[in-house]
């Protein structure tokens, strides 16, 4: 009886296994070194090779508490292979209203999953470009932080929408 109880586990292990599926066709990451620079431009490339296909997009940024803020600003730069370009200005917290870095993580390095767009379709076939910088300030400053500490990765997650 043992036995069969030991099988039925290790084929419920397997079948879980592989059929999870990663939707995933892009999720990378670039350094900021922990701190990041206002003129460190995070750029990353993607080839849509499907223009039906629809795609949830994701910026993923892993903080710590030497993050100074409660929310982040974003600008968000994407460029498409027939030469148009758009332009968002974005805002998410990043922290609650006690102090507590939101996101993943057991250790003080938080990880944020942000929806960047939703159920999006790449119109066109090609390279697409995508630039991320980030736009904080402090309120009691009209200049632009030039670094901004605790942030020690920026990425982008590109997933088939189901």
């Known amino acids: 009886m043992k036995q069969n109880h030991n099988k039925f586990w290790m084929l419920a292990m397997v079948l879980m296994f592989f059929s999870c599926k ?32 629809k795609y949830n997009l994701f910026i993923n940024l892993r ?47 938080k990880e944020s999953q942000l929806w960047f767009k939703s159920n999006y379709n790449f119109s ?9 910088e980030h736009a904080m300030r402090n309120a009691k400053s009209e200049k632009g932080d030039e670094k901004l500490p605790g942030v020690s990765d920026v990425g982008l997650r590109i997933e088939k929408a189901i």
């Open 63 to 109: 903080a710590d508490y030497q993050y100074p803020y409660s929310n982040i600003y974003l600008i968000v730069k994407m460029h498409s292979p027939n030469g148009k370009s758009w332009v968002d200005t974005l805002q998410y917290p990043m922290a609650t209203p006690s102090g507590e870095l939101l996101g993943n993580g057991l250790t003080d390095l």
């Open 22 to 53: 990663d939707t995933a066709v892009m999720d990378t990451y670039l350094s900021t070194g922990n701190e990041w620079d206002r003129k460190d431009v995070k750029i990353f490339e993607f080839t849509a090779e499907d223009s039906l296909q």
């Open 124 to 132: 066109n076939k090609g390279l697409y470009k995508i630039e991320i």
